[in-house]
């Protein structure tokens, strides 16, 4: 590995037979010419281009990532200097009661997110990728949900589920179907919260399937059906395999997304009914904005970024080696 | 030894690189259904069935809520929490509308949230360009290492960093300034966006070597160059990562909730919330409305780009 801090010269391909371009056609900086400061000179204006959005990633990314590490260590409150406690913050967050719930939670929004999210925009895509008609008017609108703002679906989703004047129960009641207690059933809040989150973002995964979908051949359906395969089949020994790759890609991508969801608990269920709607999201920020407790707060976000950096591992090494 | 590390994305998307077009032509693609059976007369009734299915369906999934929000916010108050809920109001009033822009204070909401997602967008173009430019073209010492950084910050979600994050805008390391409650604490950490800057970086590398060499043997200096040949032909780019940046922040709700304590200076996100116990319920649909309208208009002006961008950026040939 050469870590050498001197760029070869480009090389320009002139066609054969030019002249070469004078020596001193390049513009040199002032004084004599001298290799090594033309050097510095490229290398200061090469920096003074970078200042900006180096300073920024180091500020707001890296330096963030390893204080996150160093303040799960300490006891820390803004405005006093931190003292270090070893791994106290990690033996409290772990006591917690809400602690185990969160994460519960977290992985079962995670995995209903999956089934539901992953089930319904492929389904969607299967059946618009057949029809003939109104391809743009069916693509607006599975992606309008996505350019409303969360906040807003959110508490769209709030005022729909609203025990009193909510229309999903008055659905229900006109299909005559049971009613349900929605967001304010232990049992049934987080399920509530994936629908609101799957509704206001599946646009975009079911226009990366329908892209996916219009790239199979179709010679592969055709063969398939002059060995008597039914729609069933096709789809499942075609369509699937084809798109294989793209699905495991998004699935990577929703787990990670889902296991940082925050608004749709913060804002329709504040985190309740008893604790049944808790992420550790919601918990990092309870530690830090409730409890004051930053330093409670750096050890969930160490443990959050460990089981999600697995992921995102796995996501890039995967789109990285196709 | 290769210079650069290698690359997560191949190439970069299409889209990126030609404008997008229109949807391509109906051209008689197979698909999982064979033509012939289309034709057939059960095969087109059977069509047209699933069709008109599939309208109903996305009209009463995707618009109907919105139609719902729109109407909500213009019954009176009574109307707008009868059951059952009448499904066209009986008296029109635009006063959940007007009371919102009022009683909510939406133009300083709104003007919050112009001036913190156009500073993050200007911002981020300028810092973001630059720093992919000298990335891409001039060969900086370490530069691999930096982008190989940069690339790493990809990995880390962005939602596990918020409190160091915060911590950091509460008191600036070395300088000890504190950002709380100021736009900067939006358009500063929005710099540091690894897809924009890597999104811009693989588009300058497609620009030839030739072009920028012709242009410094004519004397122009790196901003010119910059300036006058790279960025003219970026233009698909840059409009893609404009649009990434605005919805960015117009969408974002932890950040700013963090950031902003002090309700004057709120975007109107986090002001929805804030404000979403103590008003009546058509006031705040109004509100919602209101809020909802920057982005969707947007979205309806540019959604031919924005589908194709999505729909070309996530396939991998």
């Given at each position: ?10 090389a ?57 590490v ?28 809400e ?28 059946v ?43 659905v ?84 990670i997304?889902?296991?940082?969801v ?61 | ?81 009868r ?69 790493a910050?990809l ?25 709380l ?41 790196r ?50 919330v ?8 058509t ?35």
């Amino acid at each position: 590995m050469k870590t050498t801090s001197q760029p070869a010269p480009p090389a320009v391909t002139r066609p054969a037979g030019a002249t070469p371009p004078p020596r001193d056609a390049r513009p040199a900086g002032r004084g004599p010419h001298r290799p090594w400061r033309r050097r510095i000179a490229d290398q200061a204006t090469a920096y003074a281009f970078l200042a900006g959005g180096l300073l920024c990633f180091i500020l707001f990314s890296w330096y963030p990532a390893v204080r996150s590490v160093i303040i799960a260590f300490q006891k820390y409150t803004p405005g006093s200097d931190p003292q270090w406690v070893g791994t106290a913050n990690f033996t409290r967050v772990f006591q917690d009661p809400e602690f185990a719930a969160a994460w519960r939670n977290t992985l079962t929004f995670t995995v209903l997110a999956l089934v539901i999210g992953f089930a319904i925009p492929f389904v969607m895509a299967l059946v618009l990728n057949e029809l003939r008609h109104a391809k743009a008017f069916f693509r607006v609108v599975v992606y309008l949900p996505v350019m409303i703002p969360p906040v807003v679906s959110a508490l769209l989703w709030k005022w729909f589920y609203d025990p009193g004047a909510g229309l999903a129960n008055e659905v229900l009641r006109f299909l005559h179907l049971p009613t349900s207690n929605w967001t304010n059933g232990a049992d049934t809040a987080l399920l509530s919260l994936v629908i609101v989150a799957t509704w206001a973002n599946m646009g975009g995964t079911v226009l990366i399937y329908l892209a996916a979908l219009q790239g199979i051949p179709g010679e592969l359906y055709e063969a398939a059906e002059l060995d008597g395969a039914s729609l069933w089949q096709r789809v499942r020994h075609v369509t699937v395999p084809q798109t294989r790759f793209i699905i495991l890609m998004l699935m990577l991508l929703q787990i990670i997304a889902t296991m940082q969801v925050f608004t749709e608990p913060f804002v329709i269920t504040g985190g309740g009914p008893e604790n049944s709607t808790v992420t550790v999201l919601y918990l990092i920020y309870k530690y830090a904005f409730l409890y004051n407790d930053f330093g409670g707060a750096s050890a969930l976000s160490v443990l959050l970024l460990l089981v999600l950096s697995a992921f995102s591992a796995l996501y890039l090494r995967l789109t990285r080696t196709d | 030894m290769t210079q650069t590390a290698p690359p997560p994305v191949q190439r970069p998307p299409a889209a990126l690189v030609q404008r997008p077009v229109d949807a391509p032509a109906e051209r008689s693609v197979r698909t999982l259904v064979s033509p012939l059976a289309l034709a057939r007369w059960r095969g087109k009734a059977t069509y047209w069935a699933v069709f008109t299915l599939v309208t109903v369906l996305f009209a009463f999934a995707f618009l109907f809520p919105v139609y719902w929000m729109v109407t909500g916010a213009m019954k009176p108050p009574e109307e707008a929490v009868r059951t059952p809920p009448t499904l066209v109001p009986e008296q029109w009033r635009v006063t959940g509308y007007t009371e919102a822009w009022d009683l909510m204070r939406l133009p300083t909401h709104l003007w919050n949230t112009v001036v913190q997602a156009t500073g993050a967008w200007v911002l981020q173009i300028v810092f973001c360009t630059a720093a992919a430019y000298a990335l891409s073209k001039l060969k900086p010492a370490f530069g691999t290492v930096i982008l190989g950084g940069i690339l790493a910050t990809l990995m880390v979600p962005v939602q596990a960093l918020v409190v160091p994050k915060y911590l950091t805008i509460a008191d600036l390391p070395l300088i000890h300034v504190n950002l709380l409650n100021d736009p900067l604490a939006i358009w500063l950490p929005a710099v540091a966006n690894a897809f924009n800057l890597y999104l811009l970086k693989r588009f300058f590398d497609q620009i030839p070597r030739d072009v920028l060499e012709a242009a410094e043997i004519d004397g122009a200096g790196r901003l010119r160059t910059l300036w006058s040949i790279v960025l003219p032909l970026s233009r698909p780019v840059l409009g893609v990562v404009s649009i990434f940046a605005l919805v960015a922040v117009w969408q974002d709700f932890l950040w700013p909730l963090m950031v902003f304590s002090d309700t004057d200076k709120q975007p109107i996100s986090v002001a929805l919330v804030q404000l979403s116990q103590n008003v009546p319920l058509t006031v705040l649909i109004g509100a919602m409305v209101i809020a909802s309208i920057p982005m969707v208009l947007m979205f309806l002006a540019f959604q031919r780009h924005i589908i194709a961008g999505i729909s070309a950026g996530s396939t991998k040939g």
